[in-house]
């Protein structure tokens, strides 16, 4: 019976192992840590922290976007940030292209935590031509923003 339980176990050890190894050599190889960040790596893009956010906005040649709906703009934005959102992308762009194309620095949020439409909203801009090193999502988003207690405004497009 013992030697069943000790072979058993180094069956499944050599099996994580071979499965381990296949999936280090192959090139759809899947990651082992996961998460935003991981995600936004493989896409080219980075992530930046609030601290890194605010940085960047001062020094004035950096534009917001807020991925999210209209409907979640109106209720509250980070100050400054244009609304183009992920689900309205093509009707809107053209609105907000003119300031975008000077810009040092694009940096795109939405809701924090999955939600996806920050990384979408970037992906499309890179699919214009914008460079991926001109482009940065803030992952925590708005809601990291409201933590912080910086200020947020209401409304439409500014």
């Not at 809701?111 to 940065?136: H, M």
Request: aromatic share 6%.
């Amino acid at each position: 019976m013992r030697r069943g339980i000790v072979q058993m176990i180094g069956l499944v050890a050599a099996g994580t192992l071979a499965g381990l190894l296949f999936n280090a050599l192959s090139p759809m190889g899947l990651p082992l840590r996961g998460g935003k960040e991981v995600r936004l790596e493989q896409k080219g893009l980075r992530m930046v922290s609030l601290e890194e956010v605010r940085f960047y906005l001062d020094q004035g040649d950096t534009v917001l976007l807020d991925a999210r709906s209209p409907e979640e703009y109106e209720l509250g934005h980070i100050p400054g940030a244009l609304n183009l959102p992920a689900d309205n992308f093509e009707p809107v762009y053209p609105r907000v292209a003119p300031r975008l194309k000077n810009a040092a620095l694009i940096i795109v949020y939405c809701s924090g935590g999955s939600c996806g439409t920050s990384e979408e909203v970037a992906e499309k801009l890179i699919e214009r031509g914008f460079k991926d090193d001109s482009l940065a999502v803030f992952a925590d988003g708005l809601p990291g923003w409201m933590r912080a207690k910086l200020p947020v405004r209401n409304g439409t497009q500014e």
